[in-house]
């Protein structure tokens, strides 16, 4: 039910951004991707009873991606849709369905995700020094490179199973939706009047820890690294 509720969620976004872009005259791009999903290590979290007459503490263990045999080059499909703001910024939002898996030490992971999130952003380089250094003249429909930075809010709907290594026993499960911040530096390839191309690493913080498949306090941390197509509408 919820990840049919994330999707509505998508359509209802790109309807909008197809609206606003005829409304308002903007400029409007939609086009398709792929990413790699990875699962960062954050570290050992230290977990402390709070009981008094059997006080104990414990290191819980934080799974990262491409880290032994349970483990795989994990790739994710996007949809995409970026809205003209002004000449040097934008409002980008994303769908992206996927798996990512983790490992460390005696466990890993599996978790089948749903993201939806939408950025701001924003060209680096001034006009002037755009049109000196990128690309050759204003009117120019060829090739230039535009680097941008981006910042976002989102939700990540999760559906994970943790085990154990030595003999495959899925030990615990978990599935929910969380908000998400990313944080993106990329650069926009302009191949004509039509066509564009993306290339991005984004950080995204999701604010449950039950992403890897068990529950826990603090944030999971993630990389998506995406290349996508886009064509102009």
Known sequence: MQIFKLRN?????????????????RALSVGFGISHLYDLNEGA???????????????????????????QFDL????????SVNKNQSIVASYTNGTVTAQQDN???????NLVNVCLRQYLMPKKMQRQYLQPAKDYDGFYVRPFAEIG???????????????QGLFCKTSGTTFSNTVSLGCLFHINSK????????????????????????ADIMMSSTIGILFNL
């Open 153 to 167: 809010v989102g939700l990540t709907n999760y559906n994970a199973n943790r085990y154990f290594v030595k003999d």
């Open 76 to 83: 994710g499909y996007d949809v995409i849709a970026e809205l």
């Open 195 to 218: 066509i564009k191309f993306s290339a991005a690493p984004n950080f995204i913080i999701n604010y449950s820890d039950a992403v890897d498949g068990y529950k826990n306090k603090g």
């Open 107 to 113: 466990q890993y992971s599996s978790s089948k995700l």
């Open 9 to 25: 969620v998508t359509l209802f976004s790109v309807c909008f951004f197809i609206f606003s872009a005829q409304a308002q005259k």
């Open 45 to 71: 979290l230290l977990l402390k009873s709070k009981s008094a007459t059997n006080p104990y503490s414990v290191s819980d263990i934080d799974l990262k991606g491409l880290n032994g045999s349970n483990t």
